[in-house]
Every structure is written in structure tokens, then in C-alpha cells.
T-cell receptor, first 111, second 112 residues
Framework: DAGVIQSPRHEVTEMGQEVTLRCKPI?????LFWYRQTMMRGLELLIY????????DSGMPEDRFSAKMPNASFSTLKIQPSEPRDSAVYFC?????????FGPGTRLTVL | KQEVTQIPAALSVPEGENLVLNCSFT??????LQWFRQDPGKGLTSLLL?????REQTSGRLNASLDKSSGRSTLYIAASQPGDSATYLC???????????FGKGTRLSVIA
């Protein structure tokens, strides 16, 4: 398996623009997690899904953030409109359960 | 609510030294305790996972222990090498399908 796949790897956008981050979990994994990493706050959970169903989105900072998992092999995290304080590295992870495996992350810069 | 703490935040050691990284957690009802390595600008690489019924796991020069009663885990690195320089993150979850809660990490520098 290729591991957890995220795209794009880097995204630079201007304030106010819509940003969509994508994740393909490891095949057979039934849990998917979105995290955000910043220097100040470390790794924070944004939302997670079990069997494609959102379980806890309390970590989503504002209504500007939304996430979907239309099927077992794909998830998106959307920010609309984006703001400079959204600049961070966004990680997707999956598990079966057992060890969690992380994707390479998307480095988002909002100017 | 689970909270995970890692001390120290940074550590510098000479090559060849054995070292211990510490992790503490507030809720002893954990399911998994997982150690990760993160290189600068990179993603997280899983090093070791200890299930709640286990006391330790070993992989090469790495040994991770778990003491649920005291709320502590340690990562022991034997004969450290410059290539071990990275940030080490500890994370705990409370069941197999719940998210990991992360500590802030320990940034390790091994000096040649």
C-alpha cells in the first residue's frame, strides 16, 4: 500500500480564497483523522470519521472549516474563506484500529 | 479529557549516549500509546505502539515502556546517532477508533 496520500503537498493562496485539501486513507482502514500542526499549538485534532461518518468535529475552529468523507477511500477538508491564521500544516491519518498512519501533510500558506 | 505532556521540550546529547525521553498522560484509561518521529518539514513516522495490556515494545535501538498506574511512558534510545536527531512525539488514545492526543514533542539533537 502507498500509505496515506494527501494533496496538494503545498498550497499558497490569498486571504478570502477557498482551499480544498484532499486525503486518501490506507485501504481497509475505517477511521480517518484530520489534524493541524502549528509551532504554537502543536498537533490538534480537527475532526475524525469512523466508517465514513463524522464522529467529532469539535476541533474545527470555525464555520469556515468543513470536512466530508463521501466514501471509504476519500476525504476533503475545505476552508472558505481562508485567512492568514489558517496557515499551518494539515495532516490526514488513518487507522484500522491499531497504529495510526499519517500522510505527508499539506503545508498551507494564506497570504 | 486526556492531556499528554512531554519533558524536556529539547535535548542535546553527544553521539553514542543512551537517552530517555519522557511522556506523561492524565487519563490512565488509555488504549494505545504511540511514539512518533518527525523530521523537520516532514510528516510523522510511527516508531512504536504499546497497547494497554502491554508494558513495553522494542524495535532495534528503541524501547518504549508504559506504566498506566503512574501515567507515564518512556522512549529509550540506545547508542544515539546523529541520524536520530528529530522531534519525538508521544500520543495516547482511549479506544481503538478514537483520535490520538499528542504531546508537544521533544526535539532531540545528537551531536557528532
Amino acid at each position: 500500500d502507498a500509505g496515506v496520500i494527501q494533496s496538494p503537498r503545498h498550497e499558497v493562496t490569498e486571504m478570502g480564497q477557498e482551499v480544498t485539501l484532499r486525503c486518501k486513507p490506507i485501504s481497509g482502514h475505517n477511521s480517518l483523522f484530520w489534524y493541524r500542526q502549528t509551532m504554537m499549538r502543536g498537533l490538534e485534532l480537527l475532526i475524525y470519521f469512523n466508517n465514513n461518518v463524522p464522529i467529532d468535529d469539535s476541533g474545527m475552529p470555525e464555520d469556515r472549516f468543513s470536512a466530508k468523507m463521501p466514501n471509504a477511500s476519500f476525504s476533503t477538508l475545505k476552508i472558505q474563506p481562508s485567512e492568514p491564521r489558517d496557515s499551518a500544516v494539515y495532516f490526514c491519518a488513518s487507522s484500522s484500529p491499531g497504529p495510526a498512519f499519517f500522510g505527508p501533510g499539506t503545508r498551507l500558506t494564506v497570504l | 479529557k486526556q492531556e499528554v505532556t512531554q519533558i524536556p521540550a529539547a535535548l542535546s546529547v553527544p553521539e553514542g549516549e543512551n537517552l530517555v525521553l519522557n511522556c506523561s498522560f492524565t487519563d490512565s484509561a488509555i488504549y494505545n500509546l504511540q511514539w512518533f518521529r518527525q523530521d523537520p518539514g516532514k510528516g510523522l513516522t510511527s516508531l512504536l505502539l504499546i497497547q494497554s495490556s502491554q508494558r513495553e515494545q522494542t524495535s532495534g535501538r528503541l524501547n518504549a515502556s508504559l506504566d498506566k498506574s503512574s501515567g507515564r511512558s518512556t522512549l529509550y534510545i540506545a547508542a544515539s546517532q546523529p541520524g536520530d536527531s528529530a522531534t519525538y512525539l508521544c500520543a495516547a488514545d482511549n479506544s481503538g477508533n478514537t483520535p490520538l492526543v499528542f504531546g508537544k514533542g521533544t526535539r532531540l539533537s545528537v551531536i557528532a
